[in-house]
C-alpha cells in the first residue's frame, strides 16, 4: 500500500475487494479498504555497490528525479548550506546548463551507491517512498523537505518518522 492521501479514496470511491493488501509504511488509511487479508511488509533497498565515476570530495548530494521545479528547489536549497563542496544531482529531468554552476554535476537516471551516499556531506530530496526509505539511515546528515502529491503525503511520511524518534 503505498497511498496516504485519503484524497485518492475521494477520487476513487468505488474500489474494489482485494484479496490481499500489503502495507509498506505506517500513515496508509485503512478504514475505506475491503480485503481478506493485510499483510505489513517492510521496505528492503538494494543500494548499488559503485557509481561508475569518480566523484571529488567533499560534495553535496541531491537525489530527486523530477520535475525541474522540484530539483532547482533542491538545489538552491543545497547551495544556501554550501560554503565549499561541489553539487551532485541525480536526476531524470534534463536540468538547462544556465541553471546550475559549472563546477557542479549532474547524472541522469543514475542509482546511487552505497559508496556515494556515505560519503556525502549532506544529502539533499523529497520524501517520495523509494527515496525516503533509502535515505533514512542518513537520517544525520538528510535534509528532507517533502513535496505536494496528488495521492502520496511525502509530509505525513516525514511527520511519521520525525515522531518515531527519527530527527530528519
Known amino acids: 500500500m503505498r497511498i496516504l492521501s485519503n484524497s485518492y479514496f475521494d477520487k ?25 487479508k493485510i499483510l505489513c511488509l517492510d521496505h528492503q533497498e538494494n543500494v ?5 565515476i569518480p566523484v571529488e570530495i567533499p560534495y553535496y548530494l ?17 547551495k544556501m548550506y554550501r560554503t565549499h563542496q561541489k553539487i551532485m544531482i541525480l536526476t531524470a529531468t534534463d536540468i538547462p546548463q544556465e ?6 554535476l549532474v547524472l541522469y537516471h543514475q542509482k546511487p551507491s552505497q559508496s556515494l551516499l556515505d560519503h556525502a556531506e549532506k544529502i539533499f530530496s523529497g520524501a517520495g517512498f523509494n527515496t525516503f526509505h ?16 496528488t495521492f502520496d503525503d511525502q509530509f505525513l511520511r516525514k511527520a511519521i518518522h520525525h515522531k518515531d524518534g527519527l530527527n530528519i
Open 134 to 149: 533509502m535515505l533514512v539511515h542518513y537520517h544525520k546528515k538528510w535534509i528532507c523537505n517533502p513535496f505536494p502529491r
Open 99 to 104: 541553471n546550475i554552476s559549472s563546477e557542479d
Open 48 to 52: 548499488s555497490e559503485g557509481i561508475p
Open 62 to 78: 541531491i537525489i530527486h528525479s523530477q520535475p525541474l521545479t522540484e530539483v532547482l528547489h533542491l538545489y538552491k536549497l543545497a
Open 12 to 36: 476513487n470511491p468505488n474500489l474494489p475487494d482485494f484479496d490481499e493488501i500489503y502495507i509498506m509504511e505506517k500513515g496508509a488509511y485503512l478504514p475505506r479498504l475491503r480485503s481478506r
